[in-house]
Structures are given as structure tokens and as C-alpha cells.
């Protein structure tokens, strides 16, 4: 919806690390638990480009699990 509004090129990104760390909700609401660990390594991922007019959900999700190693 937002391409259709605002046609500019994305650049897909995907998060590897947050989850279980304090801010996570991994065991319920965040900041509401002593962490397991005090420090997370947290990485961001970028990749390439993609125009409007080439971008769309199903290949934007699809090129972000790629990028976390959460898909195929």
C-alpha cells in the first residue's frame, strides 16, 4: 500500500538476534524480567535494492526471511 502511494526504491532488511534479549518479549512483556543475558548480539542485514516497480509483498517478505535465514 505504501508503494502505491509513494513509489521509491526499497532496500529490504531483516533483524538476526533480538529475540531473548531484555527488550524481547520472549517471556512475556518486555523490561518485565531479569535477562538471561545482559548483552545481545544483534545484526542487520541489507539487501539489494528492488525499484517500485518491480517490488511487491509476497517478494519483499521473501527476500527479508532470506536475509534472517527464516525461509526458503
Do not use: D, Y
Not at 513509489?7 to 512483556?29: D, E, Q
Amino acid at each position: 500500500m505504501f508503494l502505491q502511494r509513494r513509489p521509491v526504491t526499497v532496500v529490504p532488511m531483516a533483524l538476526s538476534g533480538p529475540w531473548g534479549s531484555f527488550f524481547s518479549h520472549c517471556r512475556g512483556p518486555a523490561l518485565s524480567h531479569l535477562p538471561k543475558r545482559f548483552w545481545s548480539r544483534i545484526e542487520l542485514a541489507a539487501g539489494e535494492p528492488v525499484s517500485a516497480e518491480k517490488a511487491n509483498a509476497e517478494m519483499l517478505e521473501q527476500r527479508v526471511k532470506g536475509l534472517s535465514g527464516s525461509g526458503q
